[in-house]
């Protein structure tokens, strides 16, 4: 997936654009300048074209350095990382020194810009004022007002016109593209060098060796398989590296990508609340995982310690108990072709597609034993199931009325459909309709 990156001097009004963008609050919006501190990203789409949004941090307020050499940096991080910059400035303030250094940096990188000038509120003719910001001499300024939301659309256009329109990392279908993720020093890059034979990535025991996501593409019994390293990824209050907070999110995009996500868990330190954080969004975007407890070669075992180490994490992992587990060890390959056998399992069932025939059969099975929650006299009545789509499997169920649908009993649902069909490993969608809502 690409990247878009919105930058500027502080209170131009990057957060409120980049929540218009997007359809919802996420950004913090503040006339205070350095209130976004954390990078904030979201899947944005325009047009059929899907790409990453990320909301670029101001000067932080404690900072003692001058906004020029805070300015620069965040800058840079954004040249570095985006497949294309939004430079967003103010028609009020009009173009600063500020501005200026940083258009000449956008310049020299090469990378394709798109120059917003923001609060431009007025509807009908543009304002005069605009014309100053061709100086900067990055080609046509885009009047907006990220408040109402006047000529967003206008600026979307340019940034997906310069969006490049295949991906780097498209492979063949044969291929099963595996994210390893987890928190630093997990032993990722040590299982992809031992999958993959050679010492592929940097393997040092200091925490944040990887900085960005690295492919690595191997044959193993006659399955192709694309291995994406991942920076670790750490809990916010830890992250106080600039470059880190887009490491992070270079992390989230290989999982974006990927078909299924090996979690990796070190055996010595245990779940940890990060943990859950990176396998919940792993389970949000709707990934096959496989969770793969690291470093079991150095605790000390007795004939239970598997056992009682299972059911700790089953508790710890209960949001997704589909999540399958394996004891390895990436130092010594311990367990590693029962991983591969997993990855290819629950690749498989990510991608399986069940008939609407036989999905009815066991609706019609599920309601007769289990009988529909009801209130106020009204019961609800199930009327059709199909599956529209995989990856991961997603179900549309047609009911009476969706307000007695249930949680509670779409779980017994998807409990049912589990216990029948299997589908391990993956998570599984379900979209409630009414009868004659499309």
């Known amino acids: 997936m690409r990247l878009a990156a919105i930058v500027g ?69 954004a040249i570095d990382s985006a497949d294309v910059i939004i430079f967003v400035t103010d028609i009020k303030t009009g173009v600063t020194a500020s501005d200026e250094s940083v258009a000449q940096m956008l310049q020299k990188s090469g990378k394709p810009v798109v120059l917003c000038v923001n609060k431009c509120d007025g509807v009908g003719d543009l304002p005069p004022e605009i014309y100053e910001f061709y100086n900067l001499g990055l080609g046509d300024p885009i009047a907006v007002s990220s408040v109402h939301g006047h000529g967003t659309g206008d600026l979307l256009d340019a940034v997906v016109e310069h969006l490049p ?4 990392d ?27 034979g050679t010492d592929r990535m940097i393997v040092s025991d200091i925490a944040g060796t990887t900085r960005d996501a690295v492919d690595t593409i191997i044959e193993r019994d006659g399955s192709k398989y694309v291995l994406i390293d991942t920076a670790g ?36 330190e245990g779940f940890t609340e990060q943990d859950s954080k990176i396998a919940g969004y792993a389970h949000e975007q709707g990934k096959a995982t496989v969770i793969a407890v690291n470093k079991w070669d150095l605790i000390e075992k007795d004939g239970k310690t598997m056992q009682e180490f299972t059911k700790k994490l089953q508790v710890d992992f209960s ?7 394996v004891f390895i ?17 629950t690749a ?49 169920c047609f009911c009476n009325r969706k307000d007695l649908f249930h949680f509670s009993y779409q ?22 309709r009414e009868r004659g809502e499309e």
Request: hydrophobic share 35%; aromatic share 8%.
């Open 9 to 77: 001097r502080p209170n131009v009004g990057k957060s409120t654009l980049f929540n218009k963008i997007i359809g919802k609050r996420m950004s913090i919006v503040d006339d205070s300048p350095g209130v976004t501190r954390d990078r904030i990203y979201s899947k944005a789409d325009w047009c059929g074209r899907e790409f990453m949004l990320v909301d670029t941090g101001g000067i932080e307020p404690e900072s003692k350095d001058v906004i020029l050499s805070q300015m620069r940096e965040q800058a840079q991080l």
């Open 411 to 432: 779980r017994y649902i998807e409990n049912q459909i589990r216990e029948a069909f299997g589908l391990d490993g993956t998570p599984i969608r379900f979209i409630v």
């Open 170 to 196: 498209d492979y063949d279908e044969d291929y099963i593209k595996v994210a390893v993720i987890g928190k630093p020093n997990a032993g990722k890059s040590s299982l992809v060098n031992k999958l993959a």
């Open 233 to 268: 990824i750490r809990r916010k209050s830890k992250v106080n590296d600039s470059v880190e907070h887009y490491s992070v999110l270079r992390a989230y995009m290989a999982v974006d990508r990927a078909d299924v996500c090996v979690m990796m868990i070190d055996a010595e």
């Open 348 to 396: 498989e069932q990510n991608a399986r597609r069940i008939s609407t025939g036989k999905l009815n059969e066991l609706l019609s099975y599920a309601v007769a034993r289990v009988q529909p929650p009801t209130d106020k006299g009204r019961r609800l009545k199930l009327f059709y199931m199909t599956q529209p789509s995989v990856k991961p499997p997603t179900f549309v």
């Open 329 to 345: 060890s990436a130092k010594t390959g311990q367990r590693l072709d029962k991983l591969f056998q997993l990855i290819n399992y």
């Open 165 to 168: 329109e295949t991906e780097e």
């Open 319 to 325: 949001f997704m108990s589909y999540a399958p587990f």
